[in-house]
């Protein structure tokens, strides 16, 4: 068995964190159904938007909100890899607008190959960011299983008024995304052994970062759509906002937030398989002035920044907001009225 000083838990996965996520393409494949389903007017979100978590009205104007989210380690050391996976499931929900309450472990471990106290490890850094969430990890379940994995189902509360979903966008509006991308080709890097040491905590610290902030937008005026950039990259997610409001997308690429390392490791071919997952989904809606910059643009994020429509006249009181929290402030882009078959037009 691998000990905690030597466990390099990346090797025991065929893939990093949310870039295990099934493509968009094959998604909708998999929640096909020809099954009747239980309608419900106390169901306000369910999966027909590819939203974040679902919501339930549980009356005197509250809803409850549930997610889950798992995946295969993204980072070697256990206690990082807990953390990160804990912050990406809470993420949605704050993506919501919604308050996390409580969270349940999800854990999946090769018990024979990688020992007990390693899955310790990584089950404590996930009650590290439930402390900093304010939220207890409240059980759980965990399987025997060929490669580790390890999440959480979280639940929130949100006053409904204050919701956000990822469908409720309109034309005019000024596109923000609060963290850098690039994290899934820096943790194809360290996967592949080509990571730098100075560049070894660039990835971890940004996924390991809450999305806290969500909960403050949601009272903020002029937000009309919310939603976290994960597996999907910015433009799969983006293009959820742009089909559910039936709007078009304009991103302004030089003032994308980038980490300005990943360059080095896209000439050696470090591009997670998700990412060209991604774009064989949804590459034939996305315009694009050169073809390189697909795989910043698609890269497949884990833990990744959230992404916010607000109206021209309430930008500048978002983007203070972000600019004190000391997260990216400035614009990305913005909508426009629909107008053919591109959803997403990159200058």
Same mark, same amino acid.
């Given at each position: 068995?691998? /000990?905690?000083?030597?466990?390099?838990?990346t090797s025991y996965s065929h893939g990093a964190g949310c870039g295990c996520k099934i493509s968009p393409k094959a998604l909708t494949t998999v929640l096909k159904t020809s099954v009747p389903q239980i309608q419900?007017?106390?169901?306000?979100?369910?999966?027909?938007?590819?939203? /974040?978590?679902?919501?339930?009205?549980?009356?005197?104007?509250?809803?409850? $909100?549930?997610?889950? /989210? %798992? %995946?295969?380690?993204?980072?070697?050391?256990?206690?990082?890899?807990?953390?990160?996976?804990?912050?990406n499931a809470i993420s949605d929900i704050y993506a919501m607008g919604g308050k996390p309450i409580m969270a349940i472990a999800i854990l999946g471990w090769p018990i024979n190959t990688i020992s007990a106290e390693v899955a310790n490890q990584v089950i404590e850094g996930g009650r590290e960011i439930c402390?900093?969430?304010?939220?207890?990890?409240?059980?759980?379940?965990?399987?025997?299983?060929?490669?580790?994995?390890?999440?959480?189902?979280?639940?929130?509360?949100?006053?409904?008024?204050?919701?956000?979903?990822?469908?409720?966008?309109?034309?005019?509006?000024?596109?923000?995304?609060?963290?850098?991308?690039?994290?899934?080709?820096?943790? !194809?890097?360290?996967?592949?052994?080509?990571?730098?040491?100075?560049?070894?905590?660039?990835?971890?610290?940004?996924?390991?970062?809450?999305?806290?902030?969500?909960?403050?937008?949601?009272?903020?005026?002029?937000?009309?759509?919310?939603? /976290?950039?994960?597996? %999907?990259?910015?433009?799969?997610?983006?293009?959820?906002?742009?089909?559910?409001?039936?709007?078009?997308?304009?991103?302004?690429?030089?003032?994308?937030?980038? %980490?300005?390392?990943?360059?080095?490791?896209?000439?050696?071919?470090?591009?997670?398989?998700? !990412?060209?997952?991604?774009?064989?989904?949804?590459?034939?809606?996305?315009?694009?002035?050169?073809?390189?910059?697909?795989?910043?643009?698609?890269?497949?994020?884990?833990?990744?920044?959230?992404?916010?429509?607000?109206?021209?006249?309430?930008?500048?009181?978002?983007?203070?907001?972000?600019?004190?929290?000391?997260?990216?402030?400035?614009? $990305?882009?913005?909508?426009?009225?629909?107008?053919?078959? !591109?959803?997403?037009?990159?200058?």
């Amino acid at each position: 068995m691998k /000990d905690i000083a030597n466990i390099k838990l990346t090797s025991y996965s065929h893939g990093a964190g949310c870039g295990c996520k099934i493509s968009p393409k094959a998604l909708t494949t998999v929640l096909k159904t020809s099954v009747p389903q239980i309608q419900s007017d106390k169901l306000i979100v369910g999966n027909d938007t590819r939203d /974040d978590a679902a919501v339930y009205d549980i009356g005197n104007g509250q809803g409850v $909100i549930s997610t889950t /989210d %798992f %995946f295969l380690p993204i980072v070697d050391d256990p206690f990082k890899f807990g953390k990160i996976a804990a912050a990406n499931a809470i993420s949605d929900i704050y993506a919501m607008g919604g308050k996390p309450i409580m969270a349940i472990a999800i854990l999946g471990w090769p018990i024979n190959t990688i020992s007990a106290e390693v899955a310790n490890q990584v089950i404590e850094g996930g009650r590290e960011i439930c402390r900093e969430a304010g939220i207890v990890l409240a059980g759980g379940h965990s399987i025997d299983n060929p490669e580790p994995l390890f999440g959480l189902a979280v639940t929130g509360l949100v006053d409904l008024k204050n919701l956000k979903r990822n469908d409720t966008a309109t034309a005019g509006c000024s596109l923000y995304l609060t963290k850098p991308l690039g994290v899934g080709i820096l943790a !194809t890097a360290q996967k592949d052994g080509k990571l730098l040491d100075e560049h070894a905590d660039i990835a971890p610290n940004s996924m390991m970062k809450l999305n806290s902030i969500g909960e403050k937008l949601s009272v903020m005026e002029g937000v009309t759509a919310l939603t /976290d950039v994960t597996g %999907f990259g910015l433009l799969g997610h983006l293009l959820e906002i742009c089909e559910g409001s039936n709007v078009q997308a304009v991103i302004e690429y030089e003032d994308v937030p980038i %980490f300005k390392e990943i360059y080095s490791y896209l000439e050696q071919g470090c591009i997670p398989g998700g !990412t060209n997952r991604n774009w064989e989904s949804y590459g034939d809606k996305i315009a694009l002035p050169d073809e390189s910059m697909r795989n910043i643009l698609a890269d497949a994020q884990t833990s990744g920044g959230l992404l916010i429509a607000v109206k021209e006249d309430n930008a500048k009181a978002i983007e203070e907001l972000l600019d004190s929290n000391k997260l990216y402030s400035k614009s $990305i882009g913005y909508l426009t009225e629909y107008e053919d078959g !591109t959803m997403i037009v990159v200058k």
